[in-house]
Nanobody, 123 residues
Framework: EVQLVESGGGLVQPGGSLRLSCAAS????????MSWVRQAPGKEREFVAA????????RYVDSVQGRFTISKNNANDTVYLRMNSLKPEDTAVYYC????????????????WGQGTQVTVSS
């Protein structure tokens, strides 16, 4: 089992940047594919980005391609989401999620979730 704690959210103006962090503990970090999923008020959860267990493969939803980058640091068991050129429609609670044994862009297949961090993009 793995525990996930997100941080780094906040209020940013359109066009600005943020870096979200997700600290993992409790299990072997290298065994898990990691993902960022977001949920805006009144909307379904939406896949944002995923990183394979070995860090070699990434996937992004079309709306963030070229603006967001997912990465991880095995030395401190942390996954990051660098978000550039932020837009008001990026406003949501962002969740970090982990799953062992598969690489997927389907949020429902992720086993472990953090508590979420709020990102608000507004002038």
């Amino acid at each position: 089992e793995v525990q996930l704690v997100e941080s780094g959210g906040g209020l940013v103006q359109p066009g600005g940047s943020l870096r979200l962090s997700c600290a993992a503990s409790g299990s072997t970090f290298d065994d898990y594919a990691m993902s960022w999923v977001r949920q805006a008020p009144g909307k379904e959860r939406e896949f944002v980005a995923a990183l394979s267990w070995n860090g070699y493969s990434t996937r992004y939803v079309d709306s963030v391609q070229g603006r967001f980058t997912i990465s991880k640091n095995n030395a401190n068991d942390t996954v990051y989401l660098r978000m550039n050129s932020l837009k008001p429609e990026d406003t949501a609670v962002y969740y970090c999620a982990a799953v062992a044994g598969i690489f997927t862009t389907t949020p429902a297949r992720y086993t472990f979730w953090g508590q979420g961090t709020q990102v608000t993009v507004s002038s």
